[in-house]
């Protein structure tokens, strides 16, 4: 609770390009939550550089991030957007909950388990230790509600778990803090091989419907997504691949997979295909669009990372002078 309000945070790596799955999975539910909060949308690059990154690239990525939350519909002077290395707090809180999170704990991560899998020649610390500087970022605005999509429940149990176990030590420090998951989209799997879930990270880039691709770059890859020999569509685990279209659909147009069955009904997969790649191609347009405005607008950004990084830097420090406190750091002399 800040200024008499619940608050969110959520966040996203500026690694790779974003995908529908980002797009349907959260960024699509933070708007539509945004007014009831107190929010924090932060574009964690500390967490990027887990895995090797060109600098520039980096720098760049962190920047279209940042631009594209606002060209989703966050207003920045509404909401708090900002990047995770312009407030040292995350870093400070992060060290402090390390001593409080067990290695056992970490070592159950499937996260740290598929990426180690993916990066063996840099199984680095800081990718062990990832799920503390998630903890962090969450547990440092006090947040009541983190939308993620599935993939990351995992990292908020362990957040609940130590809060949970710090509070029993010196009182209640940290607010405990519960998921939001969209009623649809929260998995998005990738479209050639629906076992998967759709990633920035997949080598076969028709697996992915990316934010920026064009509409007919999107409705190719929904065309040859693929499907069974089955031939109805039905929301059903036999036919995987017609779910996550299904799913796709759902979370653009808002309508129940229900409806969708019935939308469809004696009609082949021809016809759904298209369908679901309209129904993409008109929920991203009007993104790229204001996203292609945007980028022209340089000190308008600038102006919002500077403005954002101080009051996320003011909110956060409210709760390290608590816990540095609790913990039994000095006071330092002012
Ligand atoms: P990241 O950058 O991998 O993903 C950002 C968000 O997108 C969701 N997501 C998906 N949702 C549905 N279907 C998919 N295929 C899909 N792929 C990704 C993710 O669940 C996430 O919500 N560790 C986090 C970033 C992070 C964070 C935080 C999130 C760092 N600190 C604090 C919340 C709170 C991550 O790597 O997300």
Known sequence: MLDGKKTLFSGMQATGNLTLGNYLGALKNWVQIADDYQTFYSVVDMHSITVRQDPAELRKRARNLLTLYIAAGLDPEKNCIYYQSHV????ELSWILSCFTYMGELNRMTQFKDKAAKHADNINAGLFTYPVLMAADILL?????VPVG???MQHLELTRDIAIRFNNIYGDVFTVPEAYIGKSGAKIMSLQDPSKKM??????????IYLMDDPDTIIRKCKRAVTDSIGCVKYCDEQPGIKNLI????ACCGKTPAEVEAEFDGKG??????????AVVSVLKPIQERYADLTKNK?????VIKENAEKASYYSNKTLRKVQKKVGFPEKIR
Not at 88 to 91: E, F, I, K, L
Not at 199 to 208: A, L, Q, R, T, Y
Not at 269 to 278: H, I, N, P, Q, R
Not at 299 to 303: F, V
Request: net charge negative; with cysteine; aromatic share 12%.
């Open 150 to 152: 599935i993939d990351q």
């Open 141 to 145: 605005y006090q947040a009541d509600v």
């Open 88 to 91: 040292s707090g995350h870093a």
């Open 199 to 208: 990633s920035k990270s997949d080598e076969n880039p028709n697996g992915s």
């Open 299 to 303: 000190d308008y950004i600038d102006h």
């Open 247 to 250: 799913d796709i659909y759902c």
């Open 269 to 278: 997969y021809g016809d759904f295909k298209m369908a679901v790649g309209e």
